[in-house]
Each structure stands twice: as C-alpha cells, then as structure tokens.
C-alpha cells in the first residue's frame, strides 16, 4: 500500500497527525539501522534531489545531502549558494523551482521569507520539503528534535518543556510547537523582553491546546525541566536593530552551575548554531543532546525521502 505521504509536500509541522509522527519514526529507526550496520541503501538509487538554498545552512544543507546519498541518490547543490544562480539576474522563486524541477526528483528549499515553501510547492508537482522559510517554521528540524526526545525518554506525554531564547523569530521552535499539540505537555517559555512569542502567535498556540506559562529567568524554570530547548538569537532576522542583539545577547546561558539545578534525566536541545546559549563546558554533560540531534537528523530525512518518493 502506498503511503500517505507519497509525493506530497513537507511544508509546515501543522501538516502531521499523531500517527503520522509515530510512522516517522519508526522508519528513522529502520534508517538508523541500516546505516550503522550497512552505511547505505540503494532505496532511492536512480533518484535526484535538489538543494536549494537561499540562506546559510550547515546542518540542514549537510543533512539532506547525506540522507540522499545514504539512500542511493544523487543531489544536485548549486554551487556555491543560490548567489551564484539566474537569482542574481532578477529570477524569481516560481522560475528557480521549476528549473530544478524539472532536473530532479524531489526539491529542498530554505529561503528567508516566511511562507516561500508554501509559495514555491504551488507550482510545483514534484514534492518540495521546507528547510526553513525565514521567521516560519522548519518542519523537518521540529520532527528530528521530537525524534530525539522520544528516544531519549521513550515518551513525549508527561513532559514539561522550558524553550528559552529567540521564540519571536526561532522557527524550529514554532515548528516544534505544532508537533506538541499532540501530546499532553507543559511548556514555560523563557524569553528577553524584545523576543518573547508574538500576540499572534500565543493565541494561535493557545487555541492549538499548548499549556504555555512564561518565566522570567532561566534558573527559576530549571527544576522542573524535561526537556530544555535554546535557541540563540536570530539577528539575521532584524539587521536594522544591531543594538537589539547586544542588548539580548547573554541573556540566558546554560552553564554547568545552572545544570546542577536541573533533573538528572533533562534532555538539554539546541538546534544550533551556537553563540554564547550553551558554554562549551556543558557539551561533557550527558545531558546534552544537541550532537545527538544532528545524527537523528540524518535518519529523520532519510525516512521522509523515502516516504514522499513512495520507496517505503
Ligand atoms: N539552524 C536553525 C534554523 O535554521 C536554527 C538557527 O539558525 O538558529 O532555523
């Protein structure tokens, strides 16, 4: 029987049911095994994924390209970045996809405005995965950070979840928050005064069911912490305002002190990149799962690859 997500987008962590997140997973751990007892597969020999990157990316860029070729197939990254590509020449979005469109199999797309995933797939037949669309969402980082807490704890109901950091433009964090709905958790929010969550946002994520209490500092959260997620600051987000970044930075930093309020069994998460969120002396802590969720990251695209090209 053909999946249900044969050929369809991934666009916004809204687009999962429960049992979708459940099916995830269980082909991320299929692909954990086959790459720590085989390396690879040839699931998706003969298939082309294009990378189409308009922002930075170290992870999510190297990711997608290690979970097509684990898989068998073969990608194509205009290099070095889109700056290099027709965009320079005026190009638009719809243009640019449907060129890599019709070169490929399946598209990868991050670009720096909100809603461009969405913009982009409705010319699109093929299936395009969001990595990122500015302060939107990043759907597959959400299901690899989920990925890694069931794990780690086996279970997602029953959590309490502190996200500190950037939550006005931290898109893995809104995207997170749409795969939370579906479990019964708490989440205390710890933001500088300038990037706490949006009034938009905290009533759509209040209407979604989410239990949000905000906090003041990070250490008055700490105790009764699960999960721990950071984000740093998205100064990309406001170049105009570079004293905002200075005002903020610093603001919340996990050190092994603040840790040693903390439960043994917290899952400490950062979808990096780092600033100063998380001083390199906690990296020891086997609390911290921010190396972990990179690895998860690759078996959790994998599955969607896999998935959305009907292979399994
Ligand atoms: N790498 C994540 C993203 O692309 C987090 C970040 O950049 O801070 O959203």
Known sequence: MASRFLGRHIITAKQFTREDLHQIFQHALEMRRIVTTEGATSLLHGKMLALIFYEASSRTLGSFDAAAKRLGAETIIPSPGMHYSSVIKGENLSD???????????L?????????AAEAARVLRKPLLNAGDGDGEHPTQALLDLFTIFLRRGAIDGLTFVMAGDLRYGRTIHALFYLLRHYRVKIHL???????????HWKEFHGLGLDLTEYQTLGSAMGCADVLYVTRVQKERFPD??????QVRGSYVVTPALLDQAKDDLVLMHPFPRND??????????????FEQIENGLYVRMALLGLVLGKI
Do not use: C, M, N, W
């Not at 990868?108 to 461009?116: E, M, N």
């Open 277 to 290: 969120e998380i001083a390199p002396e906690v990296d020891q802590d086997p609390r911290a799962a921010y």
């Open 96 to 106: 640019t996809v449907r060129t890599f469109e019709a070169l490929s199999d399946a």
């Open 241 to 246: 305002r570079p004293e905002l970044f200075e």
């Open 108 to 116: 990868v797309l991050r670009h720096p405005k909100r809603g461009s």
């Open 190 to 200: 710890v933001a500088p005064e300038p990037l706490g969550l949006t009034l938009d």
